[in-house]
């Protein structure tokens, strides 16, 4: 599925982009809020898969383990994690199928769908695991130039109120697009069963993008509402934590 408007795309960002090349060294499993915080700055992951899980008080296990019957094994597994907390053994299972080209007619091109699944278990000894929460998104119909995924380094495991339950934080983006616009950017932070997000726009490079700069959705998330009635370091978390990815480094497409 590239384009024109990739190779166009490649050729400004040579010349408006210095590329970071370091990556971060492994980050320790007893880091606090605020060392969170102040480390979590995006690098420049080319894997697509490359997600990094950290934690303040949980010990976080990326060993492979079964996946369960309901879901399927077809799909691509972008991610798969666990832990203990006071809740019990969990585990985060992230998956992403596409892009399926979509059967339909009278298109003058083919178009394609692509979508993201997430799952946040409680392992059981006997039988299957508690489902959490899921998460479901796509990007569908598409003519152009197609993507859904993790943007990389972004998944956290916190105890940000010291409760003993985990909070999982991670953020995607997904685009269908023709020319040099911002993604949509997806922050999804759970505690247990209850949700919070922020949803908006991407920031492109300066230079970059056919939407005006003075546009307040460049860079911004529709509102705070989901945290409404949370503990106040929750919010705290996902701001600083949207701020430190919402600048769009790579023009991602399938």
Same mark, same amino acid.
């Given at each position: ?5 990739t190779v166009?795309? !490649? %050729?400004?960002l %040579? /010349?408006?982009?210095?590329?970071a ?10 880091? #606090?809020?605020?060392q969170?915080? @102040?480390e979590?700055?995006?690098t420049?992951?080319q894997a697509?898969? $490359?997600?990094?899980?950290i934690s303040e008080? /949980?010990e %976080?296990?990326t !060993?492979?383990?079964?996946l ?5 094994d077809?799909?691509?597994?972008l ?6 907390d006071?809740n &019990?053994t969990?585990q985060?299972?992230i998956q992403r199928?596409?892009?399926i080209?979509?059967?339909?007619e &009278? ?5 394609? #769908?692509a979508?993201?699944?997430?799952y *946040? ?8 695991? *508690?489902?959490l ?5 796509f990007e569908k119909?598409?003519e152009?130039?197609l993507w859904?995924g993790l943007?990389?380094? #972004?998944?956290? %495991?916190?105890?940000? $109120?010291?409760? &003993?339950?985990s909070?999982?934080?991670l953020v995607?983006?997904? #685009?269908?697009?023709s020319d040099?616009?911002p @993604? ?7 505690e &247990?069963?209850?949700?919070?997000a ?8 300066s230079d970059?993008g056919?939407?005006?700069s $003075? ?8 509102d705070?509402?989901? /945290?409404a ?8 978390? @996902?701001k600083?934590?949207?701020k @430190?990815?919402?600048e ?5 497409q399938?």
């Open positions: 599925m590239k384009s024109l408007f166009c795309v !490649s %050729i400004l %040579i /010349f408006s982009c210095k590329e090349t370091t990556k971060k060294n492994d980050v320790s499993s007893t880091k #606090t809020s605020d969170i915080m @102040a979590d700055e995006p420049n992951v697509n898969h $490359d997600v990094r899980a008080v /949980f %976080i296990d !060993s492979p383990f079964a369960p019957s309901f879901l399927s077809q799909k691509e597994l991610h798969q994690s666990s832990w203990e006071k &019990g969990n985060l299972i199928e596409g892009p080209e979509n059967e339909a &009278g298109l003058l091109s083919p178009s394609y #769908t979508q993201i699944y997430a *946040q278990l409680l392992a059981s000894k006997e039988g299957e695991p *508690q489902v929460w899921d998460i479901y998104d119909d598409c152009f130039d859904i943007i990389p380094n #972004t998944l956290r %495991i916190t105890d940000l $109120d010291r409760d &003993g339950i909070e999982t934080t995607y983006k997904k #685009t269908c697009r040099v616009s @993604a949509t950017m997806k922050l999804i932070m759970h &247990g069963e209850e949700k919070m922020l949803r908006g726009f991407m920031k492109l490079p970059f056919v939407m005006s $003075d546009d307040d959705r460049i860079g911004s998330y529709e705070e509402k989901d /945290f009635n949370q503990p106040e370091s929750f919010l705290i978390f @996902a600083n934590h949207w @430190a990815f919402v769009e480094k790579e023009f991602d399938f």
